[in-house]
């Protein structure tokens, strides 16, 4: 079974200052997909990036990418230039490639605060 | 392009009743997954409709059982409610082909056992 780990419960950043959060994982499979997701106060799941585990280049999306250690199981967040709109709580999930949808295994989450 | 919309939004019920919730995905979506999201127990993977197929099952009691339509409109019933079935309930919808992956969350529906 694969899980997911996200070590910091809670985060805080000034306004336009860079963040990382980090996350974890633990799997045996070599084909899996791993995403970051936000859920805002208003609680609507919002895909921010999406990684590969086949592709070594890690994906950027605008102000966030992310840093891809297949060896480490480690995928962390980078969120540059933060905004007062990206305080939510940000979900690592992962999900097995299985040539269809499969599951997301989702860590509990960490909550980011963008300060003013 | 509409987005996943789930129905009711806000619900409240007394234990040992039952309760429907209704999810209906984006259009040329056919895959519905259901996860309950807690704040002991986190996000957690209730089961995943394809064609009107369970393609997979998460590990939830019997109570928890749901169904898809031949719209790929998707529903799922709690039968026998307990006060740990309290949770926001959300809804995803997806669409794998091969290289293309997308998948949506609807709004939730946020259900209360009283």
């Known amino acids: 079974a694969q899980t997911v780990t996200q070590s910091q419960p809670e985060m805080s950043v000034q306004e336009a200052e860079t963040v990382t959060l980090s996350c974890t994982y633990d799997?045996?499979?070599?084909?899996?997909?791993l995403f970051w997701y936000k859920q805002p106060p208003s609680r609507q799941m919002i895909l921010v990036i999406r990684?590969?585990?086949?592709?070594?280049q890690n994906a950027t999306e605008n102000r966030f990418s992310v840093n891809f250690q297949k060896a480490a199981k480690s995928f962390s967040l980078k969120i540059s230039d933060s905004q007062l709109g990206d305080t939510a709580m940000y979900f690592c999930a992962f999900m097995k490639h299985g040539g269809g949808n499969t599951p997301l295994v989702f860590g509990k989450g960490t909550r980011l605060s963008v300060i003013a | 392009k509409a987005g996943v919309t789930q129905t009711p939004r806000y619900l409240i019920k007394t234990r040992g009743q039952q309760v429907t919730l209704s999810c209906s995905p984006i259009?040329?979506?056919?895959?519905v997954s259901w996860y309950q999201q807690t704040p002991g127990q986190g996000l957690q993977f209730l089961f995943e409709?394809?064609?009107?197929?369970?393609?997979n099952k998460g590990n939830f009691p019997g109570r928890f059982s749901g169904r898809q339509f031949s719209n790929s409109r998707s529903e799922m019933n709690v039968s026998t409610l307990e006060l740990g079935d309290s949770a926001l309930y959300l809804c995803?919808?997806?669409?794998?082909?091969?290289?293309?992956?997308?998948?949506?969350f609807g709004p939730g529906t946020r259900l209360t056992v009283t």
């Open positions: 995803a919808s997806s669409l794998v082909s091969g290289k293309r992956y997308e998948q949506y």
């Open positions: 799997t045996s499979e070599n084909n899996y997909y």
């Open positions: 259009s040329g979506h056919r895959s």
């Open positions: 409709y394809f064609s009107e197929t369970q393609r």
């Open positions: 990684q590969e585990a086949y592709k070594q």
